[in-house]
């Protein structure tokens, strides 16, 4: 136990020093990711109108909570296992006496922190030019918040790392993650907050694990009052607890299979 | 003149053949645009549960969905794959391959490649768009000023692209930062009409998003005023000029790949 937690101290350490070699990229990252701005902008407007029940100041603090999600939430291990694969790397890193899946995860959580002082900094800029939208969450929605956040991230990585795992078959998975990507803005709440969807389709949703990847820890640090927190978290962990033994499966399937590449 | 078209011809003929070793791919990309619209759509029904966009019918609004799927389909064929390569050649030193032919090097990095991945996203896009000018309320609209006021918008992103890739030059590995920049281009999915005052300035004056979707879908609706080709090609011209003076401004501090 003690020697996997240094091992992972180990990676932790290293993969920071990497993330916070290329400032420049984190910064440039932080800044592609503008599409909820400019969906609260077009929301903004609509919620001027009066058609939706919530008012354009409610819309603003929503797509700015959607922005620090996403931040939280970013994953990219398919490209980084694509990659891996198709150079040889991956026989490399199969050598040593740790599963590669502790490299992508330490990657993940170092860029975060290296990211977080950046996030900070727009989401400063932006109180700072539209002041009607400040607020102050309460310290048990950040909790909560940050509990879901926590979720959405496993479970974002394990659905994302095992359609990766199928580049041990194809050696391209990654057009894979572009479908579901496309799933992923439309029924996550990123273009649009689950309130306005269809009540039938809304309920539909929640069942799949698009809405607590953004909507649900979204609406959480915001102060949601009508997310069932018993619901979310079952659906949420039952899909990463199923994820979870389906990817195991696929990886010991795949390793049968893999012949190295390149190396 | 007639040179370049031979070495045109060249350039894609081989970086067609390069592409189509992976034709199962197109089948995916057709299945990821046609999902991608349906999302695009849905998000646009959603608007139009309640209000909608002033002034803008349902029909509408798909128009200039449509319009913003067949420039992204645009994009991916001809500006992406070869823009993205301008970091590429500055990374690996291959820049210098580049400046070496008797080829003007602007046109050699802009046009090298051509990509069919985007064909789905750009014939899905002129349906919808067709689909939604038929059924869309009937005024004059003009498709030839509607089709002048495409060319301009892509001349202005372009432009824009251009320059950005350009400051690889100085800072090298900024693959992202076209990421930016294509991120900023979302916004021509909507109308004008459906952002706040400010955002509109800005998408008019600061990143010209409103002449890629918004112009064209105007006139081809007959809603706009001829005038706004006026600008349109202004800000058009005025990028071209300064991504041509900014290439060569950023040569000249280009040192080569052991510099």
């Given at each position: 136990m003690?020697?996997?937690?240094?091992?992972?101290?180990?990676?932790?350490?290293?993969?920071?020093a990497?993330?916070?070699?290329?400032?420049?990229?984190?910064?440039?990252?932080?800044?592609?990711?503008?599409?909820?701005?400019?969906?609260?902008?077009?929301?903004?407007?609509?919620?001027?109108?009066?058609?939706?029940?919530?008012?354009?100041v409610?819309?603003?603090?929503?797509?700015?909570?959607?922005?620090?999600?996403?931040?939280?939430?970013?994953?990219w291990?398919?490209?980084?296992?694509?990659?891996?694969?198709?150079?040889?790397r991956?026989?490399?890193?199969?050598?040593?006496?740790?599963?590669?899946?502790?490299?992508?995860?330490?990657?993940?959580?170092?860029?975060?922190?290296?990211?977080?002082?950046?996030?900070?900094?727009?989401?400063?800029?932006?109180?700072?030019?539209?002041?009607?939208?400040?607020?102050?969450?309460?310290?048990?929605?950040?909790?909560?918040?940050?509990?879901?956040?926590t979720?959405?991230?496993?479970?974002?990585?394990?659905?994302?790392?095992?359609?990766?795992?199928?580049?041990?078959w194809t050696?391209?998975?990654?057009?894979?993650?572009?479908?579901?990507?496309?799933?992923?803005l439309?029924?996550?709440?990123?273009?649009?907050?689950?309130?306005?969807?269809?009540?039938?389709?809304r309920?539909?949703?929640?069942?799949?694990?698009?809405?607590?990847?953004?909507?649900?820890?979204?609406?959480?640090?915001?102060?949601?009052?009508?997310?069932?927190?018993?619901?979310?978290?079952?659906?949420?962990?039952?899909?990463?607890?199923?994820?979870?033994?389906v990817?195991?499966?696929?990886?010991?399937?795949?390793?049968?299979?893999?012949?190295?590449?390149?190396? | 003149?007639?040179?370049?078209?031979?070495?045109?011809?060249?350039?894609?003929?081989?970086?067609?053949?390069?592409?189509?070793?992976?034709?199962?791919?197109?089948?995916?990309?057709?299945?990821?645009?046609?999902?991608?619209?349906?999302?695009?759509?849905?998000?646009?029904?959603?608007?139009?549960?309640?209000?909608?966009?002033?002034?803008?019918t349902?029909?509408?609004?798909?128009?200039?969905?449509?319009?913003?799927?067949?420039?992204?389909?645009?994009?991916?064929?001809?500006?992406?794959?070869?823009?993205?390569?301008?970091?590429?050649?500055?990374?690996?030193?291959t820049?210098?391959?580049?400046?070496?032919?008797?080829?003007?090097?602007?046109?050699?990095?802009?046009?090298?490649?051509?990509?069919p991945?985007?064909?789905?996203?750009l014939?899905?896009?002129?349906?919808?768009?067709?689909?939604?000018?038929?059924?869309a309320?009937?005024?004059?609209?003009?498709?030839?000023?509607?089709?002048?006021?495409?060319?301009f918008?892509?001349?202005?992103?372009?432009?824009?692209?251009?320059?950005?890739?350009?400051?690889?030059?100085?800072?090298?590995?900024?693959?992202?930062?076209t990421?930016?920049?294509?991120?900023?281009?979302?916004?021509?999915?909507?109308?004008?009409?459906?952002?706040?005052?400010?955002?509109?300035?800005?998408?008019?004056?600061?990143?010209?998003?409103?002449?890629?979707?918004?112009?064209?879908?105007?006139?081809?609706?007959?809603?706009?005023?001829?005038?706004?080709?006026?600008?349109?090609?202004?800000?058009?011209?005025?990028?071209?000029?300064?991504?041509?003076?900014?290439?060569?401004?950023?040569?000249?501090?280009?040192?080569?790949?052991?510099?």
């Open positions: 003690n020697a996997a937690l240094r091992k992972m101290g180990g990676l932790l350490s290293v993969y920071y990497y993330m916070t070699a290329y400032r420049a990229e984190l910064i440039l990252w932080a800044l592609a990711n503008s599409l909820p701005f400019i969906l609260m902008g077009a929301w903004y407007q609509a919620a001027a109108g009066g058609a939706f029940g919530f008012t354009p409610d819309v603003t603090r929503y797509f700015l909570a959607v922005f620090v999600i996403r931040q939280l939430t970013v994953v291990v398919i490209w980084e296992f694509d990659q891996d694969v198709q150079r040889g991956l026989s490399q890193y199969l050598l040593q006496p740790v599963d590669p899946v502790w490299r992508y995860l330490a990657a993940h959580l170092s860029e975060r922190v290296a990211r977080l002082p950046f996030s900070a900094l727009i989401i400063a800029l932006f109180f700072l030019i539209f002041p009607p939208a400040r607020f102050v969450p309460h310290a048990s929605d950040v909790l909560l918040a940050i509990t879901f956040a979720l959405a991230f496993a479970l974002r990585f394990v659905m994302q790392y095992t359609l990766a795992l199928f580049a041990l050696e391209r998975a990654s057009s894979l993650e572009s479908l579901m990507f496309i799933l992923y439309v029924l996550s709440g990123a273009i649009a907050p689950l309130e306005v969807f269809p009540p039938e389709l309920e539909l949703v929640m069942w799949t694990p698009f809405p607590y990847f953004i909507w649900v820890p979204a609406r959480l640090l915001i102060g949601g009052a009508d997310v069932d927190l018993m619901r979310a978290t079952v659906v949420c962990v039952s899909w990463i607890g199923s994820l979870l033994v990817n195991r499966v696929v990886w010991r399937l795949g390793l049968k299979r893999h012949s190295s590449m390149g190396a | 003149m007639r040179r370049l078209g031979v070495i045109l011809w060249r350039y894609w003929s081989t970086s067609l053949q390069a592409e189509l070793e992976y034709r199962s791919n197109f089948l995916v990309q057709a299945f990821g645009s046609s999902l991608a619209l349906a999302g695009s759509i849905f998000a646009l029904t959603l608007f139009y549960r309640g209000g909608g966009f002033p002034g803008w349902f029909e509408e609004g798909l128009v200039v969905q449509g319009l913003y799927s067949a420039f992204s389909g645009a994009i991916a064929c001809v500006l992406s794959p070869n823009l993205s390569r301008i970091v590429q050649h500055v990374e690996a030193g820049l210098d391959f580049v400046l070496l032919k008797p080829v003007d090097a602007q046109v050699t990095l802009s046009l090298r490649v051509i990509s991945w985007g064909l789905p996203d014939v899905f896009g002129l349906a919808v768009i067709a689909w939604g000018a038929a059924r309320p009937a005024r004059d609209g003009s498709v030839s000023l509607a089709l002048l006021a495409v060319l918008g892509a001349l202005i992103i372009y432009g824009l692209w251009f320059v950005v890739a350009t400051t690889s030059v100085w800072f090298t590995k900024i693959y992202n930062a990421e930016v920049l294509r991120g900023l281009l979302d916004a021509g999915r909507f109308p004008m009409a459906a952002y706040p005052a400010a955002y509109r300035f800005a998408f008019t004056f600061v990143m010209p998003v409103a002449f890629m979707t918004t112009v064209p879908a105007e006139l081809l609706l007959g809603r706009g005023q001829p005038t706004m080709l006026l600008g349109s090609a202004l800000i058009a011209l005025v990028l071209l000029v300064a991504s041509r003076a900014f290439w060569r401004f950023a040569l000249k501090s280009y040192t080569g790949a052991s510099g």
